[in-house]
């Protein structure tokens, strides 16, 4: 049995699961599974490596994308550029494991952002700054396209407050990017508190939450004629680019 899965906590509910399982099935990998390891802290990532001798590869989400980087022994230059890791490749090797640290966010995002982009969409406010939001500022960097930073605690005097989002800060970021939790099952009532009846057509609000398809962000932006947005696209590319990932080292497979 060769078995992949996903790092985290909570993870309350994902769509890893069936994706990988029905990518293993079109490739006619019978022995192939895919699981949900609900990791309250990222110390206990060797003991499940060490325990499940089977793992070949693990993708890492909240909150876990930062803090898993010193108990890598290979990072990706992209991973490294970011800052932050959601693939892992387990390479096992006659008993010997080694862990190595990309970032496929960086794919996910930028291929599902880019054609939704429009001449307007000049400066971007990404709300949270979380490991998530670090592949969202890598992107929009390499586009050229300038950032602010929202957080409830800003580390920063570049960074704002939720409170300090005015109309006018509203009006100069017509792309607006939710790295946050906030909005994803079970806590689907929950949203960012922006001002959303300043929000017009020529906004783009993409949440990188993806259960539910329509966030409520999403669904308070789209009554006001803004263009919105989900994580779904995003999270299969990303899984893709894992998947070619974990193939490389998939032979010679030695235990």
Same mark, same amino acid.
């Given at each position: ?110 291929? *599902? ?6 001449? !307007?969409?000049? &400066?971007? =406010?990404? @709300?949270?700054?979380?490991? /998530? ?88 932006? *789209? ?6 947005? !989900?994580?779904? &696209?995003? =999270?299969? @590319?990303?899984?893709?680019? /894992? ?13």
């Amino acid at each position: 049995m060769t078995s992949y899965g996903l790092i985290g906590f909570p993870i309350v509910q994902s769509s890893s699961v069936d994706y990988f399982t029905a990518k293993f099935q079109a490739e006619g990998l019978q022995d192939f599974h895919y699981h949900l390891f609900p990791l309250q802290e990222v110390s206990g990532l060797p003991a499940l490596i060490a325990d499940n001798t089977s793992l070949c590869g693990l993708n890492v989400t909240i909150p876990h994308k930062v803090t898993v980087i010193p108990m890598l022994d290979k990072l990706d230059t992209t991973a490294a550029a970011v800052g932050a890791v959601n693939t892992i490749a387990i390479v096992r090797n006659y008993g010997n494991v080694s862990l190595e640290g990309y970032n496929t966010d960086v794919i996910g995002f930028e291929q *599902s952002l880019l054609p939704l982009l429009r001449p !307007g969409h000049k &400066r971007a =406010l990404v @709300l949270g700054t979380g490991g /998530a939001s670090k592949a969202v500022a890598y992107v929009l960097r390499n586009n050229n396209i300038p950032i602010t930073f929202v957080s409830r605690n800003p580390k920063s005097q570049d960074q704002l407050r939720y409170e300090d989002i005015s109309g006018k800060v509203l009006a100069a970021h017509s792309l607006i990017i939710n790295t946050t939790p906030l909005g994803k099952y079970p806590h689907i009532s929950t949203f960012p508190p922006l001002t959303y009846e300043l929000l017009t057509s020529g906004h783009l609000l993409y949440d990188l939450n993806y259960i539910p398809e329509l966030t409520r962000f999403m669904q308070l932006g *789209s009554a006001k004629g803004a263009t919105v947005m !989900g994580g779904l &696209r995003m =999270l299969q @590319l990303q899984a893709d680019a /894992a998947w070619e990932i974990w193939k490389k080292h998939m032979l010679p497979f030695r235990k």
